[in-house]
């Protein structure tokens, strides 16, 4: 039998932990817990704080983005943003480049496709 995930207000504030680390430490917060494994995909809580690369870098699997805390600035090749706040989400195209950047330190879901899913 699997562990539940029953607070994730417990979740969000180790997740706030790690990245507040991160920040002190003089950089930008790219930190997360992996939460489950299921149906082909990975399912991780984490956190972000400034930019997280310099131009868009591809991602390898689709990837769904779920702001629970915060907002999201996602800048693709072509020059477009997609601004995600909180309650919001969006799904990112496996093999296309993406750039986010989070003005605020920002607690979201993200769902990776895994594997032959």
Known sequence: ?????T???RLKKQVRKLAAGSVLSGGGADVGLD???MAGCLVRIAAGYGPLS????AIPQDTLIWVLDGY???HNNAGQVINVSQGESTTLT???AYRLV???LTIFLRVEAVGNA
């Open 102 to 104: 989070f003005p605020q």
């Open 72 to 74: 999201a600035e996602i």
């Open 35 to 37: 939460l489950a494994q």
């Open 7 to 9: 607070d994730v207000e």
């Open 94 to 96: 496996g093999g296309e």
């Open 1 to 5: 039998m699997h562990p539940k995930v």
């Open 54 to 57: 310099k131009t868009p870098q």
